[in-house]
């Protein structure tokens, strides 16, 4: 594993604010991303998600305090709270075991007081449990933790069933905090493998500079691949936190011309 401290550039300033297309989008719903269906879940807030564009090119999750999606109340998953969009868990997920999949957006933190929260989900990975296993963390995953600062991490296990949450690796960490209120980029190339000995890799380019070069076990033993999630998942905090996508792409085909040239955010001159 490698670590990788460093600062980053910013890409764009928000120039002009795209238009809304469907705001309050509710818990549950489906929402159609580049050709793929993402499914809601939120706390049923009229501000919890606003989508852009059409067909959808942008969207902007916000949490405030005590904003719990009801299947966490449901399932005990208490001391979070949540906006976010799933990805497909069938035949159309791009998600697979031992190949590239590809990853690549826009986001920008919306300004505001530095977030109190000990973690912040950006976007990631999502482990599908057999019977038998427990859930547990992502096995790649963008967090904004408290202060701004940005992290990535990665988790494995080799236990079937999984019995234990793995403890995280962070293979980077930003030197200063998140700019916000301005566009970043980020692109990634994963192979999900598990086996200590296997072909497991995750390349990350944030701003087109690579943040992440990492060689080791990613992931977990499960039958299905994992899926992709992105918003705003937290440990529950007092502030209130918006976060804007735009162009989410996943793919086996590379997204590799991403690094180098992002595409227009949605709705801006």
Request: aromatic share 10%; proline share 7%.
């Amino acid at each position: 594993m490698r670590f990788h401290a460093m600062a980053f550039v910013t890409i764009a300033a928000i120039t002009s604010a795209a238009p809304v297309a469907h705001a309050g989008v509710p818990d549950d719903a489906e929402v159609a991303l580049d050709g793929l269906s993402f499914s809601s879940q939120n706390a049923n807030r009229s501000w919890s998600l606003e989508t852009a564009g059409r067909p959808i090119c942008s969207e902007r999750f916000e949490v405030r305090s005590g904003d719990v999606w009801p299947h966490d109340i449901q399932t005990g998953n208490t001391g979070v709270e949540r906006s976010e969009l799933a990805g497909p868990i069938d035949a159309t997920n791009p998600g697979a075991f031992d190949t590239n999949v590809w990853t690549a957006y826009q986001f920008r933190v919306q300004r505001g007081p530095p977030s109190t929260a000990q973690w912040v989900v950006l976007g990631d990975w999502h482990m599908l449990p057999d019977p038998g296993d427990i859930g547990v963390s992502s096995a790649w995953q963008l967090e904004l933790l408290a202060g701004d600062i940005l992290g990535f991490e990665t988790r494995t296990s080799t236990e079937k069933p999984i019995l234990v949450n793995p403890h995280m690796h962070y293979v980077w960490k930003s030197a200063a905090p998140v700019t916000r209120g301005v566009w970043h980029s980020l692109v990634s190339r994963a192979i999900f493998d598990w086996r200590p000995t296997g072909q497991g890799a995750i390349d990350v380019w944030l701003d087109g500079t690579q943040i992440i070069l990492f060689r080791g076990a990613v992931g977990y033993n499960t039958t299905r691949p994992p899926y992709f999630k992105f918003g705003v998942y937290r440990a529950a905090a007092p502030e209130t936190l918006a976060v804007y996508y735009s162009n989410i792409a996943i793919s086996r085909t590379s997204l590799l011309p991403r690094v180098t040239q992002a595409p227009k955010i949605c709705g801006s001159d």
